[in-house]
């Protein structure tokens, strides 16, 4: 039988420490399977991207992700998860794919966030006040003292409305992103913006920037400048060069510093300095998804609640 796993219910049965933990185990892992990303536009206003396949060394099972990405709906992003065993490719369950996407992305994105940022980074700015952004909050407050928001929309209600929902953190708005980068130590971006939003002369040396809507080809929210000048860390140098954060703006691999992975493992060092200026600017690898998919798949069977199907009938 195959778990059919609806947003609400993949939300009730995420745990973050867990799935912070099987994040951190894939980022050190190595693994021989070459991860593929594809993207093509749709006719309209759309385009489509598949994810496969997601493995992590001691997981049983592998997944495969259709997405299609809407900018003017809500969610932006539609589709499913496939979790298959991985010894006879049984279909194990489907899941809404927005939301394993936005929480696979988000405590990544955490995870990162907190090696690479200053230990006493504590004022956290956020440009895109939406679900993306605020799943990176989630996580890095399970990582570290997150003692003010900075918190800017191009949609004022949305600011507000982000400021709301974290009542237990001090808060605020700023009128743009350059008041964000002026008051926030760490930065975690997720717009979809096609110009700049911060060059160099925008921001000062110690400051970390986390940059996630610059994921396809001709978005962009930091500078040529403002990336030169800092310490780039990826989660893969091809994806980055060529359609991510680094190759937007006509920068190549040899810009990027090192991968996540290599931080995580002691190959290339992160932060040597306090006052070295850091970016991370992930693609995201289809891997990532297991990382979401697995545990909340092990807490389903548990709860025994969720809905099935036999495909096969």
């Not at 385009?47 to 992590?56: F, W």
Request: hydrophobic content about 50%.
């Amino acid at each position: 039988m195959t778990l059919l796993l609806t947003r609400s219910e993949i939300l009730e049965l995420l745990d973050i420490p867990s799935v912070l933990e099987v994040l951190r185990d894939g980022f050190t892992a190595s693994t021989v399977v070459e991860p593929q990303r594809m993207r093509t536009d749709l006719p309209g206003p759309g385009t489509a991207t598949a994810l496969l396949p997601g493995v992590i060394p001691g997981i049983p099972a592998y997944t495969v992700k259709i997405n299609a990405k809407f900018p003017a709906a809500t969610p932006a992003l539609r589709g499913v998860v496939c979790l298959h065993d991985l010894a006879d490719g049984s279909l194990l369950a489907v899941m809404d794919s927005s939301s394993v996407t936005a929480w696979r992305t988000g405590l990544a994105a955490a995870l990162a966030t907190d090696v690479l940022a200053s230990a006493e980074a504590a004022t956290v700015g956020v440009i895109g006040a939406g679900a993306q952004s605020a799943m990176v909050i989630r996580g890095l407050a399970a990582l570290r003292p997150v003692r003010h928001l900075v918190v800017h929309d191009t949609d004022p209600r949305k600011a507000a409305d982000f400021v709301d929902s974290h009542p237990m953190v001090p808060a605020s708005i700023a009128v743009d992103a350059l008041e964000v980068a002026r008051r926030a130590e760490l930065v975690v971006m997720a717009t979809w913006s096609r110009e700049p939003l911060l060059a160099a002369a925008d921001v000062r040396p110690g400051q970390h920037f986390t940059s996630l809507g610059a994921d396809e080809p001709g978005k962009v929210e930091l500078s040529a400048d403002l990336l030169l000048k800092a310490r780039i860390v990826v989660d893969d140098r091809r994806l980055a060069v060529s359609m991510g954060a680094v190759g937007t703006v006509g920068l190549g691999e040899e810009a990027v510093h090192a991968t996540l992975t290599e931080i995580l493992t002691g190959r290339s060092p992160g932060r040597e300095r306090s006052a070295q200026l850091t970016v991370y600017a992930p693609l995201g690898l289809p891997w990532q998804d297991l990382a979401v998919a697995w545990p909340v798949y092990q807490a389903a069977l548990s709860a025994g609640t969720a809905g099935a199907i036999d495909f096969l009938a």
